[in-house]
Each structure stands twice: as C-alpha cells, then as structure tokens.
C-alpha cells in the first residue's frame, strides 16, 4: 500500500514514515498543500494534515476530491467537532485527531481502503482466490472447490480482511478493530471463535493459520502451523 503524507512537521513526517513502513507501507510525503492533487499516481491513501503553511487543509482535501476518489484521511491537532465536521464535508474519508496512537492510525487506513475497495464496482481484484477457497469481496461470497460456504457477516469480514492481506499477519488488533471497530476485555475470545469457526465451515483446519503472540494469516495448508 502506497501512502502520500501531506504533513508540513518535520519531526512528525520523520517518526510517521518508518512507523508505516515496518507496517509494509510505503510512502511519499510532501510538505506544503498546494499541487498535493498532482501527486496522487500511484497512491492508495492519502493523510493530510490540516494545518499546512501555503493553504488550509480543507482545500487540499477539496482539490483532491475534485479530481480523484483515492482514500483520504485526516490526521490534525484540529480536535473540535465543526473542524470534524468540516473535515468530513470536504470529501475525507476519515479524521484522526492527533496525538494519536501509530496502532489505531494503521487499522484506520486498513479499514479505509478495505471499505473503499468493496464500494467498487466488480471486477477481477474484488475476487480472492487462495488454494481452492474462492473469496467475492464484492458479492461476500466465499466458496470451497466450487461449493458455497455460508459465513455470518463479521466471519466474512475476518475471512476477508486475511485474504487481501496477501499472505502477511494480520494482528490480533488490527482484526478486532477493523471489523468490530472497538476493542474489550473478551475480544481476543470472541476472535478465536469465529475463526475456529471459520476453520471448520471451510472444513481446511490448517488453512487459517495462528502466528503465536501475533495474530492471524492465510497460507498454504501445507505449511505449518503454531498455536
């Protein structure tokens, strides 16, 4: 995933960018408002800070709007509700006040571009198809060597959120807060059921696989496994 940091702070740009990219992102970052529009090729989200020193924030945001829907969230020290309010208004997708936690920050851009890409059209990247298990992100459709498999909403969106993660772990976090948006004191039980659950409606076992202390991944079933 491709990131355009629109942030004019130094020191915030200098901690942000390795931060996004031990989480496998990468970035390009530009530091005034002005041309941000022209910068977008390529890119999959957009964080735009609203206090930059050529122009307001919000006009960035409206710029980009206007030209592109690529993902936009607003990550500023701007915490009222009418610069929330605004923000939104202007076409962003998203707003994080700062300061604000990396964890949360990185599960809000997942669930962004997540949200996005389902809100496409259908066509051939909206379906996953990974050792003989079919995933239609578009339909929430999954089937098995052909046969339909039905998941309740929030197993298809652990399922799904696995499957575009491209092979990589995904936390135990990241899943709980992308797709029950909040955490609580059960939430890692409540997220072992679903995939146990997963596992044998898809009837692989070994298919949904546990990284220990981590989380979760798809793989080969092959390969092993360590709960």
């Not at 409540?190 to 044998?200: E, G, I, P, S, W």
Request: hydrophobic share 40%; with cysteine; glycine share 10%.
């Amino acid at each position: 995933m491709h990131i355009l940091l629109v942030e004019d702070d130094d020191r915030v740009a200098a901690a942000l960018r390795p931060a996004l990219h031990r989480h496998g992102m990468t970035t390009t970052r530009v530091a005034i408002g002005r041309g941000a529009e022209d910068q977008l090729a390529g890119v999959d989200i957009v964080l735009l800070d609203l206090g930059l020193p050529d122009v307001d924030g919000v006009d960035v945001c409206r710029a980009i709007r206007g030209v592109s829907d690529v993902p936009v969230i607003v990550v500023s020290a701007r915490g009222e509700v009418d610069d929330r309010i605004l923000g939104l208004h202007s076409g962003a997708d998203d707003y994080l006040v700062k300061p604000y936690d990396i964890g949360e920050l990185v599960a809000r851009v997942h669930a962004v571009y997540r949200r996005r890409r389902l809100a496409t059209p259908s066509g051939s990247d909206d379906v996953i198809e990974i050792d003989g298990v079919r995933v239609d992100l578009h339909k929430h459709a999954v089937t098995v060597g052909g046969r339909p498999v039905n998941l309740t909403r929030k197993e298809f969106q652990v399922l799904a959120l696995l499957a575009t993660a491209g092979g990589a772990v995904c936390t135990r976090s990241r899943i709980v807060a992308e797709v029950w948006g909040r955490s609580w004191a059960g939430a890692n039980r409540t997220l072992d059921v679903h995939v146990a659950t997963l596992r044998t409606k898809l009837g692989k076992p070994e298919f949904v696989q546990t990284v220990r202390g981590v989380g979760y991944r798809l793989g080969n079933p092959n390969a092993a496994s360590s709960e």
